[in-house]
């Protein structure tokens, strides 16, 4: 049987909203399946090796946290990101991981690199934190679905124009509060204000992540009642009540 | 408009006490507020022993209802918003019992978030500041911004109040350096030391270099006995400290405490570290008022807990032991006084996200509900995220049955007909503690908590 190799980057930083949920919820998805799972850390100043993992997951940090990240990920990340994102692992980055993927991220005045990896900027504008529960309506090619989880951000996205968010805002604030729409997506690279533990509340995300990142089709498993009762939970939390799948 | 404002929000109190509302420890404080914005620090002007103000992420009414019993068993008035109403409408509240020539003290506990606020008006002679945890994002914002407008705060009341603080939390403890005037608390028993960090540990990094710190001893959260390599800043020796901590389950803990004063051992009738911490805390901080040692024991084997932290009350020929969880380091210490408990345990969680609680519920993951993995016999998630407390146990291993009820009252009732042993043990957020509270009030089974 295949192995899910994840690595987390930055984890003992970018963790601000349990971010580990994620990790949880695909360990134990993966291990109900008998598919094997591999769980690694890229830290500050640690090389990344693109070929090794298949799914690279990046959450969200404090102000002082993510400034020290933006840079060490620019010098020492950028290109294995790129690499991998190029052979088609898949990148999930949450939160200020998102931002992170990005040309630029304006924080305290300061312009924070980002590695590029999606054609978006994140910039200040006068208002406040778009804090809330959020629902999106996203299509990853299996149809239209729900995603809902909870957002709270300072900065605003805005994508470039060849680019695609991930999905139409149903209820919450999204990328800048303004245009409508949450997050980015471009083949295998998803990015999102969702944040903290987002798969555990869209338990068909988490197994749609593993399917991409290793080619495989999973068969659903069994007794799904606490799965499916806390993404209706979620969606209820944003006011978006079952009607789509 | 003072002058008028203050008799009618003490009527206002009066009646909603007789009508047993629960609103009563907040109602009158917002009216007299929006009458007269200037009422906390007239009030305050009324105290003759002037005001102390505690503060923490965790503990702070526990803390303070032992302070109050450390203060009272000494003879001394207190005015105390002891319902744990802690913004500043709570605080306006208790203070409409100020009295000139009374000989009163002041002692509230101030949400983290309205600490510089309050303390602007009531000018504090003393501060005591326990500690900073990942605590409802939505609502305080990030940890590192609250340390700043905390360290603010201290800078602008140096020399004119005295502070209390906690050498095993850096930050906590960084509020002090350089400074005259504190008295540093803390734990030095390594036998309570946690084999490793747990994982919502915050300000892992020293604020002065931001150098990751090393510890010596962690004992809980990113509290312990730390040190910066690079730069040499480390936990600064407090003067009052728990040198032996044994924790007993359920039923409390055993103390020795060394203070500038002397020696004290102490039976102390709550459970887990956490509750040490907060004794400590009391102690460091009667003692610094002039409390007497002795006193100081007294009140703290007298203690008999604060609203909804660690009571034990009998529902159907069950003994309910309620504990408040409401952020990871909170609920992790929870776990570990669970896990101390023998056999098999039947559980009853209760997850809200009303804004009190904080609207997002990202933070059960955060805490270490592995812990109880063939720990729990059966465990009955409520509240209006039950699904997603239900869902956590499943991941973590939690190999019980679960039962989802998101009605609190009908959930509490399935519950305790179904526990087999004589403990159920209730563990709701905040604004689920109050329900809770009420329902058990409405059955007679506990008294209305009023200031």
Not at chain 2, 373 to 391: D, I, N
Request: proline share 4%.
């Amino acid at each position: 049987m295949p192995t899910l190799r994840v690595c987390s980057l930055y984890p003992e930083l970018m963790n601000i909203y349990a971010d580990r949920g994620n990790i949880a919820v695909l360990r134990a998805r993966c291990e109900w399946r008998g598919l094997g799972f591999e769980h690694a850390a890229a830290s500050l100043g640690a090389p990344l090796d693109p070929d090794a993992h298949d799914l690279f997951y990046m959450g969200g940090g404090q102000d002082r946290d993510q400034i020290a990240v933006a840079h060490d990920m620019a010098a020492t990340k950028r290109e294995a990101l790129h690499a991998a994102a190029g052979r088609g692992a898949v990148v999930l980055a949450v939160c200020g991981g998102y931002q992170l993927l990005g040309h630029s991220y304006e924080l305290g005045g300061d312009e924070l690199p980002g590695v590029g990896l999606v054609d978006l900027r994140t910039v200040r504008e006068p208002g406040p934190r778009l804090i809330g529960n959020c629902a999106i309506e996203a299509d990853l090619g299996t149809g239209s679905r729900v995603i809902a989880g909870f957002e709270n951000h300072g900065g605003r996205t805005h994508l470039g124009p060849e680019e695609r968010p991930l999905g139409r805002v149903l209820a919450g604030h999204g990328n800048n509060g303004s245009d409508g729409f949450e997050g980015v997506h471009r083949d295998n690279v998803i990015g999102t204000y969702l944040h903290g533990p987002l798969l555990p509340k869209n338990i068909w995300l988490a197994d749609h992540l593993i399917e991409l990142a290793l080619g495989v089709e999973l068969e659903p498993l069994a007794d799904q009642q606490f799965e499916d009762g806390a993404h209706a939970s979620a969606r209820r939390a944003a006011g978006v009540q079952a009607r789509l799948n | 408009m003072y002058r008028l404002a203050r008799p009618l929000a003490r009527l206002v109190r009066a009646a909603s006490r007789r009508l047993g509302r629960t609103g009563g420890t907040t109602a009158p404080g917002r009216l007299l507020l929006r009458l007269s914005p200037g009422a906390l620090d007239r009030m305050a002007h009324d105290l003759d022993e002037g005001s102390l103000l505690v503060s923490a992420t965790n503990g702070k009414t526990t803390t303070s209802a032992m302070l109050a019993a450390c203060l009272e068993r000494a003879g001394r008035p207190v005015v105390h918003n002891r319902a744990g109403s802690n913004m500043a409408r709570g605080v306006a509240t208790a203070l409409l019992d100020a009295d000139r020539g009374a000989g009163q003290l002041g002692l509230f506990e101030v949400d983290e978030a309205w600490l510089p606020g309050v303390a602007e008006q009531i000018n504090p002679r003393l501060l005591l500041l326990s500690n900073l945890f990942r605590d409802q994002l939505d609502r305080y914002g990030e940890l590192e911004l609250l340390a700043d407008r905390w360290a603010e705060l201290v800078e602008r009341l140096d020399g004119s109040a005295r502070f209390v603080l906690n050498a095993d939390d850096p930050l906590i403890a960084d509020l002090g350096r350089g400074r005259d005037g504190v008295t540093y608390f803390g734990v030095e028993d390594d036998s309570q030391a946690l084999p490793g960090m747990q994982h919502a540990a915050d300000s892992k990094h020293c604020r002065n270099c931001g150098h990751a710190y090393t510890y010596e001893a962690i004992y809980l959260g990113h509290m312990g006995r730390y040190r910066c390599p690079n730069c040499g800043r480390e936990r600064p020796a407090p003067q009052v400290a728990a040198t032996r901590v044994a924790l007993d389950g359920m039923t409390g803990s055993e103390l020795d405490l060394r203070t500038p004063q002397g020696k004290l051992s102490v039976r102390l009738p709550l459970p887990g570290l956490y509750n040490a911490y907060n004794a400590v805390a009391a102690a460091a901080t009667a003692l610094e008022l002039g409390v007497p040692l002795a006193t100081v024991g007294e009140a703290l084997e007298g203690f008999s807990g604060a609203f909804g932290r660690v009571e034990t009350i009998p529902i159907g020929g069950r003994r309910v032991s309620i504990l408040l969880v409401k952020n990871p380091a909170g609920a992790n210490e929870v776990l570990r006084t669970l896990t101390l408990e023998a056999g098999r345990l039947d559980l009853w969680l209760a997850l809200n996200d009303r804004i009190a609680d904080g609207r997002d519920v990202s933070w059960i993951w955060d805490a270490d509900f592995e812990v109880l993995a063939g720990r729990v016999r059966r465990a009955t998630c409520s509240g209006t995220r039950a699904e997603e407390m239900a869902l956590r146990l499943k991941y973590a291993g939690i190999d019980a049955e679960l039962v989802v009820e998101r009605d609190l009252e009908r959930s509490l009732d399935q519950a305790v007909a179904t526990a087999t042993g004589e403990r159920l043990y209730a563990l709701p957020t905040y604004t689920a503690l109050l329900e809770l509270r009420d329902l058990l009030a409405r059955r007679g089974l506990a008294k209305r908590w009023s200031e």
